[in-house]
């Protein structure tokens, strides 16, 4: 029988890419949360400058990763699931980024 | 120059490109999830006769065609060797191709991360290490691991000879250098990482003779094993040891208090940038609330004397503000005086912009001295909020501080250019 079962390093990359992807998407929902709700006042413009560049920094670095992770399964053509979701929330973290910040700074 | 010397000049150009971003890679991989690698050479000028280089400085390395033999027991091994031998010369790491060449992810990591030069364990080695001999040559070192293998209990295992063979066969100097460290960063079966230092320790370097090969490889074995019975250093990265010594001195002092008092009445860039960037590493001493109340009273100063300025008809310049931020900060000092500078802390409108404005309406020494309070507030929230932090990463900042602030004043531009743009009108 065809083992098709991801091998150690693929399967670590791709667990890997989920775990920061799931821990960002669950950071970036605080800061939604945050800014839409006024935790921070009318007008937080170092915060969400701050969070502006930091997000996009680490979600273009993190979705590079998830991809790569996916890439890494396609050679031997065997597949885990954790690659797939990661990119799933990154996309996630990207829509909630994207919303959040063109809402503050297009006041 | 003919095809084939082209060709490996050509060839070593490349590696020397990569093996520098690797360098660089490497060393700062190394500085997050390590305390950080130090190179320690000797030099009869330092009363201990050795001299510790941190990671982000050049290491001293011996000219023409170069072997490095180290011992091994840990994939953090080559990370290390590469990490401080590709900012000085090009480099390859010579790898098992039956361990890494297997898959193609792990081959790719190896090869395009760390640079190997595979070669097959149950060949003739010494066969396959002679294709690298036009490159190590041409002045590409070669980093080996004459065990063979990674130890499992971090013992330094008998050294095989090719390398050696390898080395008198081109006339090549042979580097021995010990690392320590690494197997306690992550040992041979490991999944994780543990924080702890690295340490590379360079031996003699010298050409081997020919005919005593198994003598030579003994004799260099000895030495890396004596070398690794020294104590670890461990040492802070060059960024901590330079901004420690001067947060301590009267040098971080007299910036926090200039920075910020320039801050107040014209200079553009935040009064609490140096203090962070200072007190970090002071850790819990009086020093921390000495650089906080010079940035406080720096501020202070600054702000009076903007307002004072203003009140007597002399606007002193505003780069980087914008119309709007007078207007709004007009705006509230009129009808919130209280809570004017609390809007302040978070909104980015620089606080010279409120001074000129409390100048312009003015408003009195007391209300200007009352309506200052959140101003001290944030610069005492900042500063005890990074001297805290400091003293709770300093496991982490030690090795990484020099990192975090140049990735830090490289971002900075881009948060001024968000907060100004956002108080332009359209």
């Known amino acids: 029988m065809t083992n098709k079962r991801v091998s150690r390093v693929t399967d670590t990359v791709g667990r890997w890419a989920f775990r920061v992807a799931a821990f960002y998407f669950g950071f970036m929902t605080l800061q939604w949360f945050a800014f839409r709700g006024s935790w921070f006042g009318e007008t937080p413009t170092i915060l969400a400058s701050f969070f502006t560049i930091m997000d996009a920094l680490v979600l273009t670095l993190f979705t590079l990763f998830a991809v790569a992770a996916v890439a890494a399964q396609l050679k031997p053509w065997r597949f885990s699931w954790h690659p797939w979701a990661a990119v799933l929330l990154n996309a996630g973290s990207i829509w909630l980024a994207v919303d959040v910040f063109s809402w503050i700074f297009a006041k | ?426």
């Open chain 2, 1 to 426: 120059m003919n095809s084939v010397e082209m060709g490996v000049s050509r060839l070593k150009a490349k590696i020397a490109r990569a093996s520098r971003w690797r360098a660089r890679l490497w060393a700062t991989i190394l500085a997050i999830f390590t305390r950080g690698l130090t190179t320690i050479v000797s030099d009869s000028t330092q009363t201990d006769g050795t001299r510790s280089i941190p990671a982000a400085r050049k290491i001293p390395l011996p000219d023409g065609p170069l072997v490095v033999v180290a011992n091994h027991s840990s994939h953090a091994d080559s990370a290390a060797l590469v990490a401080a031998i590709g900012r000085v010369r090009p480099v390859l790491v010579v790898s098992a191709k039956d361990y890494w060449n297997q898959e193609a992810t792990a081959e790719w990591l190896s090869a395009g991360l760390i640079g190997t030069f595979a070669i097959s364990r149950d060949g003739d080695g010494l066969a396959e290490l002679m294709r690298a001999k036009e490159l190590v040559q041409a002045g590409v070192a070669l980093v080996l691991f004459p065990e063979g293998t990674r130890s499992a209990d971090g013992k330094v295992a008998d050294f095989h000879t090719g390398a050696f063979r390898f080395a008198a066969e081109i006339e090549a100097t042979v580097l021995p250098i010990a690392i320590r460290g690494t197997h306690e960063v992550l040992p041979k079966g490991a999944r994780r990482g543990r924080h702890r230092p690295i340490n590379l320790r360079l031996g003699n370097p010298s050409k081997i003779n020919q005919k005593a090969i198994k003598q030579e490889t003994v004799r260099v074995r000895d030495e890396i094993v004596e070398l690794c019975e020294l104590p670890i250093e461990d040492h802070p990265g060059f960024g901590w040891a330079r901004v420690s010594r001067l947060a301590f001195g009267w040098v971080g002092l007299v910036v926090c208090f200039f920075w910020a008092f320039g801050e107040g009445i014209f200079w553009p860039l935040i009064a609490e940038m140096p203090l962070l960037l200072l007190i970090v590493t002071v850790g819990w001493r009086w020093r921390g609330l000495a650089l906080i109340a010079s940035a406080c009273v720096g501020s202070i100063i600054g702000v009076v004397t903007t307002w004072w300025l203003v009140s007597h008809g002399i606007n002193p310049p505003s780069p980087l503000t914008t119309p709007r931020m007078f207007e709004v900060a007009a705006e509230q000092l009129r009808t919130d005086l209280g809570g004017a500078f609390w809007h302040q802390m978070l909104n980015g409108i620089p606080v010279k912009v409120y001074a000129h404005e409390a100048g312009v309406l003015p408003l009195s020494f007391s209300e200007l001295a009352v309506a200052m309070v959140p101003r001290i507030v944030r610069i005492t929230l900042i500063g005890a909020g990074g001297w805290l932090l400091g003293n709770f990463l300093s496991r982490w900042l030690r090795s990484t501080l020099g990192l975090v602030q140049s990735v830090t004043l490289a971002l900075f531009p881009f948060g001024l250019w968000l907060t100004v743009w956002y108080w332009t009108d359209l």
